[in-house]
C-alpha cells in the first residue's frame, strides 16, 4: 500500500491523467505497476487512492511493440532450434540414430500420436521438420504469424514424442514458447508488411494485456517449482550441487573442476538457492525501479551461466528473452522516447485484441494444470501430479520445470574408453564422443545403460531399451568410423562409473564394467559378443 | 487464438482420446495390477490368502499380455513376482521351477549378461540359501553379482546384501580366504546401511563375520561389540535410511 501512495503520488492526481495522452496512460496501468490509473472506474475524487480492480490491471493493455520484439526474439531462437533438429537428425529422429522407435513407441505407448510414424522415409521426416522450420520463419517475419507458430507447434510436438527418450527441458521451453505464441496478441508490429511502411509508427499501438500477465504466471510457476525443489535436495542444501553438476559428462566444463574449486562453487549454490525462486518476483516491481535493474543482471548472468559451463541454452534463452516482457513498460517508454513517431499517435490508440473469452479460459485452466502437474512430492496435491502431467501431455504442452532437482539420483561420473585393436595392428583409441556425443542428448542416451534412466521406462523393459540402443550405437559408430575400422579387428568400449556424492567427491571409489564388445571387418559388424545379443522369448515358457 | 480454434483445438484433443485409451489400456493395465503385486510383496504380514490373491492377479496378467500378444520381458516380471508369492507360500517346489523360468525368460530377453538374469540369479541363489543348499547358491552368487555389481556399484543396498550372502555361503564352505576379502572390502558400507535391512540378514551376516573374526581372518567391528551386536545397533539407528530416500529413483 506505501508504494501504492507514493506512487500515486508521483504520477499526480487522477483529473491530470485524464488529460494525459492515451499511450501514456495505459503506459501506467499494469499488474507490475501501483494502481495509478486515471481511467480507474471507482476513483472518488481527486485526493482518494485508485483502487483499480486486480482483474483490470491484469488486462491493462501493454505495448504491442514490444510483445513483437518478443515475438521476433523469440522466432529466431525457434528457427536456430529447428537448425539444430536438423544438424541432429540422423542421430535421432532418422532410423540410423541411437533410438529404435519401434520400441520406443511400444515403451513410451502415448507417444504413438505424431506426424512420424515408424515405416516413414527420410524425406517425409525432413518435409515435416522443413514445415516446422517454414513455421518458425513465418512467425519470426509476421507473416500470419499464428499460423506459423501452430505449425511449428504441431510439429515440435510430433518430434518430442518420436524422440521422447531423450527430450529435455531445451525442447519442451521451444514448445512452450510456441504455445504462448498462439495466445499472444503478436503479429501487428515489426512484421515484413510493417517494415517499409514506417515501423517507428507503430510504437504507440497497445495489445490487450491479459495473455501476457498469464505468462507472468507460467514463469512464477516455473520459477518457484524450479527453485524451491532444489531446497530439498541434499546436494544442494550441502552447497555441492553445483559441483556435482559441472563434473557430469553432460557439463560443457566437464574435467575443469576439482576438489579445490568447491569452496567456490559452493557461493554459486547458495546464489542459485537463494535467487532463483525470487527472479519472478521482478514483476512486482515499480517500472524503472533500481533493483528492477539488479535482479535483471543478475536473471541474466545466471541464465548466461549455465548454457557457458553445462548446456541447455534454448531453456536459458526462453527466460532471457522472456525479460522483454517484463521490462514492456520501460521497453516502450525507451521506444516511445527515442523512435519519435513520424505521425503522432492518435488519441484513440488502436488495441490489438487478445484471445476471446474461452481462449483466456483455456489458458486460466492450463495454468492450474500445470501448478498441479508441478506438485510431485508435495503432500495431498502431489497425487494430482500424474493426472495433471498426463493432461498437459494430452493437450500437447508436457512441461517440466524439477530442473537439476534430479542431481541426487543422476550424480553418476561416467568415462569411457573405446579401443580398437586391428587384428595384427597396434591397438588405438578413438575419443569416446565419436561413440556417445558430448551433450545433454549424448548423455540422456548413456543413462538408459545406467540404473538412472531419463524418463521411466515400464520395468523391466529397461533391458530391451539398453539392448537396443547398445546395438543401434554400434552401427551408429561403425558408420562414423567407417574409414578408421578397415580390415578385421576387435573393439572394446570400457566404462569408468562412479556416483559423486560427499563421500566420493573426488572419485577415488568407481569401478569399470565392460559396455560393449564387438568384432568388425571392412568397417562391418561381425559380432557383437558383449553385451550378449538375446535370443527372443521362447515359445514354450509361456504358451 | 481466437474462441472459434480454441473450439477446434479442444474437438482434436478429444477426438484423441479414444486412441489413447486404445493404446494404454494393456500397459497400463499391466503396470498398475503388477506395481500392487510389489508393492504389497514388501510388506512381512501378508495371509496366504492375500498371497493367494496375489498369484491371482499375476495370473490375470499372464492373461493381458496373452491377449496383447507380447512377447518381452515383462512375462519374466511376473514369474519372478509367481516365484516370490510362491515362496511366501512355501511352495518350494513350485518356487523354483518359476525361479528358473524368469531366468529363462529374462535370458531370452535381455541376455545371459544382463542386469535382470544376474538380480534373478542372486535373489535364487538367497532362496537355495535358505533350504540349506550352499554349494548352488554359492553358484548362483558367483554368476549374478559382477552384472549386479557392474549395473548398480559395489555400495548399492542390493549388491552388498549378495556379497555378504556369498560371505556367509563361502563360510560354511571354510573359504574363509574369499570370504575375508569381500568382508574387508564391504563392511564399512554394510554398517553405514544398516538400516536397509532385516533383523534376520543382519544375524545371519553378523555370525558369519563372527565366525571370520574368531578364525583370526577379519578384525572385530570398532567398539569391542561382536558383528552381530554391532550390525543389529547400525539397524536400530535406521542407518542410510534417509540417504536411500533421497537417492531413490520414480
Redesign the interface.
Known sequence: MVSQRRSLMETGPPENKHQAKPDEVSNQVGLEDSVDSGSAPDASGPNQPLRVPLWERFNAPVSAFVVDLFRVACGLMIIVYFGRLFLEFSDYTSQTGFLDHRLHRELFWFTKLSLIYPESPDWYRLAVLGIGALGAIMLTVGWRPKVGAALAWVVVVSIHRWNFAVINVDDSSITLLLWWMLFLPIGRCLTYRTWHRGWRNEVGVRAEGFFIRAFFVNLFIYYLTAGLTKTVSSLWSEGLALYVVLKLPLARTNGLWTIDHIPFLWFGNQFTLIFEPLFPFIIFLRKGHPLKYAIAALWIAFHLGIPLSIGVPYANFTLILALILVFHQELDDRFCRSLKPKTPPSMDPEIVPGGGRLAKRLIVVYLVVLALAMTKKIPVLGAVYEPAMATLYWGGIAQEYHLFDWIDRFNWHLENNVSVKPTGGEEFTVDSVRLFPATVRGFIVQSYLLPMRWMRVPRPLTGEMRNSIIEKSVARFLVKERESLAGEGRVTVTSKVGRINQENLDLSRTWSIVLLEFSYRDGELVELTVPEIPTGLEAALYE | ???R???I??VV?FL??P??FH??RT?LDF?FR?DRVESELLRQDLTDEELTELFEDLNEA?TL??EAQV???????IWLNQAIVSWHLKDFEQTEKLFR?AL?????????????VGGVSCRYGEFLMQGGRYGEALSRFESGLPAV???????DPFTLRILFRKVAALVQFGRLGEAEEIARESWPSLVAQAGLYDASFLQWTGQALDSLTRARKLQGPPGGMSWVETLEEARQQGRGVEEAK?????
Not at chain 2, 104 to 116: C, I, M, P, Q
Not at chain 2, 149 to 155: A, C, N
Request: hydrophobic share 30%.
Open positions: 487464438m481466437s474462441d480454434w480454441v473450439w483445438y479442444i484433443c484423441q482420446l486412441l489413447y493404446f494404454g500397459p503396470d503388477m499372464e499380455l496373452r512377447h518381452d520381458s515383462r512375462w519374466a516380471r523360468k529363462k525368460g529374462f535370458e531370452s530377453t535381455h541376455g545371459a549378461d544382463s542386469f535382470y555389481q557392474g549395473s548398480l556399484g559395489p555400495d533421497r537417492t531413490a529413483g520414480p
